[in-house]
């Protein structure tokens, strides 16, 4: 079957990505994307949001016995906390952020996580070439939900990614050994950061786990463009130019 | 090259199934499912009594890299999950085929273990991929 690759939100949904979003709308925008590609809906296809001020958690923190207690003193603290099905760890989230979502399809093979990072960096790593910011893939110790494919510039994160794999439905892949994935990027644009990491540190503190998150470890778009006028919007912007070209290819 | 016991059934799903004998089957991931993922660091099994079919997304599994759905190879009721994941997902790393095992379930269907893939065959299909 060959789907057409599909910027979703601007064909399926009536969606700007300059929309703030509540977190479980997001989340549940970016599972749609990922159906389908899994139901075969659609071969590729991208999702950019933003999010209303919230914590993005994986499951495993909901097994922490603190953990209601803990989600409960961030709901009071401005902080309403989501779960999320991608894994990976705590996310802070606010509308100063652009979260990328990327659909597609992959074989589960020795490198395939790696490559279907790498599917969603790529990208990202050339848009900010073209502001001339150097980024690559690298984990940073002490930044938020660290992994080996935090988006980097100059020893500092920019970006974190997860990832999500499902089974491509029978009728579409009939060998079954063929999944949809779902790779996800928060870019911490043209925000007020130690907000977001006081946050983060605050819930693993009520949740009885060591807060790790420095914020010297981060950096944003907006101090890497200190003069850019209007970052937030001409990076939708461009990031949507862009993903159209690209998910045409996948 | 990843650990692919002779005598276990799978799916290309990358989920292995031994067969307990009286209708009964034992469910987990591979060893090459296990590598690919890393670290495992939350598991969400299905609640004992629950009717699945094959095909059907009965869980999830969390690493340090990514999540993946886990899925029903066959049809049948869950009698049995292994709790100790809860508090050791990593047993899924270190032990795959033994005290890292998902759940059992008692087969409604026995002839659906036929559609199952031997080793060689799962074997091939890991290395094509």
Redesign the interface.
């Known amino acids: 079957m060959n789907a057409p690759a599909i910027n979703m939100h601007r064909q399926d949904l009536p969606h700007s990505a300059l929309e703030v979003l509540p977190p479980a709308e997001g989340l549940a925008r970016e599972m749609a994307l990922l159906s389908s590609v899994s139901s075969g809906e659609r071969r590729a296809g991208f999702l950019i949001w933003r999010c209303s001020r919230s914590l993005v958690v994986p499951q495993r923190l909901t097994r922490r016995p603190q953990y209601a207690m803990a989600a409960g003193r961030m709901i009071l603290d401005g902080w309403p906390v989501q779960v999320r099905s991608t894994g990976g760890d705590l996310t802070p989230q606010s509308p100063g952020l652009i979260n990328v979502a990327l659909a597609f399809r992959s074989r589960r093979h020795k490198s395939a996580i790696r490559d279907s990072y790498m599917t969603l960096c790529r990208p990202l790593i050339e848009h900010l070439a073209c502001q001339g910011i150097e980024a690559h893939c690298s984990s940073v110790d002490g930044a938020f939900c660290d992994g080996d494919y935090n988006l980097v510039v100059e020893g500092r994160k920019l970006a974190g990614t997860a990832q999500r794999w499902r089974q491509l439905e029978p009728t579409v892949s009939e060998q079954g050994n063929e999944f949809a994935v779902l790779s996800h990027a928060v870019l911490l644009c043209d925000e007020r950061l130690d907000w977001l990491w006081q946050a983060g540190n605050s819930f693993y503190h009520h949740c009885g786990l060591t807060p790790f998150i420095k914020a010297d470890r981060h950096v944003s778009l907006a101090q890497l463009l200190p003069n850019r006028k209007a970052l937030l919007t001409s990076t939708i912007e461009q990031l949507e130019a862009r993903l159209t070209q690209y998910v045409k290819t996948l | 090259m990843s650990n692919v016991p002779s005598e276990l059934k799978y ?4 989920e292995w199934i031994r067969d307990e004998g009286e209708g009964v089957v034992t469910i987990g991931i591979t060893d ?2 296990q ?4 670290d495992v ?2 598991i ?1 099994l299905p609640e004992v009594g629950v009717e699945i079919a094959a ?1 059907d ?1 009965t869980g ?1 599994v ?8 886990v ?1 029903a190879p066959l049809s049948g009721k869950v009698i049995a999950v292994n709790e100790d994941l ?1 508090e050791a ?1 990593e047993l899924v790393n270190s032990d795959p085929y033994g005290d890292g095992w998902f759940f059992q379930i008692k087969l409604s269907d026995a002839e659906e273990l036929d559609d199952l893939l031997d080793a060689d065959t799962y074997s091939e ?1 890991c290395e094509a ?1």
């Open positions: 799916v290309a799903s990358h090459h499912a590598e690919l993922l890393g660091v939350f969400e095909g997304e999830v969390e690493s340090v890299k990514a999540a993946s759905d899925y809860e997902p299909q991929e």
